[in-house]
């Protein structure tokens, strides 16, 4: 925050430009500016579907109510305060998100330290919008309003190392705002573009949604309208393709109308891109009529052509990890690799799924499962091996038990883990009300049994 100019500073200035004849002292340095060095940790409300408060109003509320909040500020859920009528008939829930990393680095964020950033949103209920031009044959694209029930929680839910969720918020958030003030391209050179390519089942088409949600949510202000259109690229390549032409055609017609509007953010989403590249390769080596050529190529002129709107963000997803030699992918701008689950988001993920049982009542409760957190995972191992932490504490005996099943799950992607839970629970003789840790003890047996159909 720049200070206000120091009233004694402006009169000695004056003094000494008056005096001709008495010697000027040195003008005193200006005081330091002070810079706002508090960090910007979002906070997210949701508002309930029956409201109709203004999204305004329900942020200042908010505020006023974060100002009197003398706690430290970490991830997760602020309940709404009863004694606020307002809030209470509008919002669902406020939620602080962020401060991961600065919580990973031991750092603890005191609300004296926190600058919240408050975003208000409603979620969309009305389901993807398909567009069923194709004869019969898949959709070749879905259409979502931003944000959207169905994507909901899906940011939360994928767990990476490393920061690629942090990395990817902040690009997209930087080119929103090179665009927004109008950075001249020829001097600073940026797009819009982001692919994800790593193995299947790494969540890499997940992300990109979770992605489009979060974005639409922190940039409302600017953009109150948000879509996500799907593309399905298989689905581009009809065997008939004269058709396929005009699928492309037709779909980017479209999103060009959409990206008109000024108020709109688009999102254009296009998972497993490898299958144009393919596409391109069968017609070259002629296995495929030429007119799929021409396909990849409408379409790369149309992406080019949407670079240009500031209002568009173009995610791509590939399922080939090695270098991926093709025009399109020489387009982006980010390209991030999303590799298998480490062993700590392995712990991470199955720490989730147990959560959800034991919440709904699948598993027996026995505590809450956010005391299987682990701060310092690295000397996990080491910990767990030492006598004094054996001794038998159920907390312990469980975070062992699951960090045995993360073990015996290497190699497995996300998504097979996301459905070992249930794999499991299948296999149990007696099903109802489980004892945890039996039933991770069970996981273990069935994870080594899916790893050896791999
Ligand atoms: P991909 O596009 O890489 O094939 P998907 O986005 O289809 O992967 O992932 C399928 C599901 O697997 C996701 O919806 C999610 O439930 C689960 N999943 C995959 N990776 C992760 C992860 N790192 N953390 C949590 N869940 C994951």
């Known amino acids: 925050l720049q200070n206000p100019p120091d009233p004694d500073i402006s009169d000695q200035n004056a003094v000494a430009s008056t005096s001709a004849s008495a010697p000027s002292p040195p003008p005193p340095p200006l005081p330091p500016v002070l810079a706002d060095d508090r960090v910007s940790v979002s906070v997210e409300a949701c508002l309930k579907p029956s409201s109709t408060a203004r999204i305004d109003d329900v942020r200042s509320a908010i505020e006023r109510m974060l100002e ?26 406020i939620r602080i998100c962020d401060t991961d990393e600065w919580v990973q680095n031991h750092e603890i964020l005191l609300f004296w330290q926190v600058k919240p950033v408050v975003h208000v949103f409603q979620l969309s209920e009305e389901g993807p919008c398909e567009d069923l031009s194709g004869d019969g044959q898949l959709p070749s694209f879905n259409e979502w309003m931003l944000p959207a029930k169905e994507f909901d929680g899906m940011w939360e839910s ?103 509007e000024e108020n709109n953010l688009v999102f254009v989403l296009i998972d497993e891109v490898e299958s144009l590249a393919a596409a391109r390769k069968a017609a070259l080596s002629g296995s495929e009529p030429s007119d799929s050529i021409r396909v990849v190529n409408a379409l790369l002129t149309q992406m080019d052509k949407l670079k240009s709107s500031p209002n568009v963000i173009i995610l791509t997803t590939s399922n080939i990890t090695t270098a991926i030699d093709i025009a399109f992918v020489d387009r982006a701008d ?52 030492m006598p004094e932490m054996q001794e038998a504490q159920t907390k312990f005996h469980l975070c062992k038990q699951l960090f045995e099943a993360a073990e015996a799950c290497e190699g497995m992607s996300g998504r ?38 791999l």
């Open 334 to 385: 980010i390209k991030a690799y999303v590799g298998p689950p480490t062993l700590q988001a392995r712990y991470e993920i199955l720490r989730s799924c147990l959560q959800e049982l034991v919440k709904k009542g699948i598993l027996s409760n026995f505590q809450d499962c956010d005391h299987l957190v682990i701060p310092n995972f690295a000397c996990m191992k080491e910990k767990l091996n």
């Open 68 to 93: 009197k909040r003398s706690l430290s500020y970490i991830d997760g859920p602020v309940p709404v305060p009863l004694d606020d009528p307002f809030l209470t008939e509008n919002v669902e829930r």
């Open 158 to 260: 994928l767990i990476y190392e490393s920061g690629l969720k942090q990395r990817l918020l902040r690009y997209a958030a930087s080119a929103l705002l090179f665009t927004e003030k109008g950075i001249d391209p020829f001097l600073v050179s940026w797009n819009r573009i982001i692919l994800l390519h790593g193995p299947p089942g790494t969540g890499k088409t997940s992300l990109c949604k979770a992605l489009a949600q979060k974005l639409s949510i922190r940039f409302n202000s600017r953009y109150p309208q948000s879509q996500l259109i799907e593309v399905n690229a298989h689905s581009l390549f009809s065997k008939w393709f004269s058709e396929s032409g005009k699928l492309v055609a037709k779909l980017f017609q479209k999103i060009q109308e959409m990206v008109e």
């Open 416 to 453: 097979s883990l996301r459905k070992l839970p249930f794999l499991t629970h299948a296999a149990l003789s007696n099903p109802y009300n489980c004892d945890p840790i039996k039933f991770l003890c069970k996981m273990v047996d069935t994870a080594r049994g899916e790893l050896s159909e």
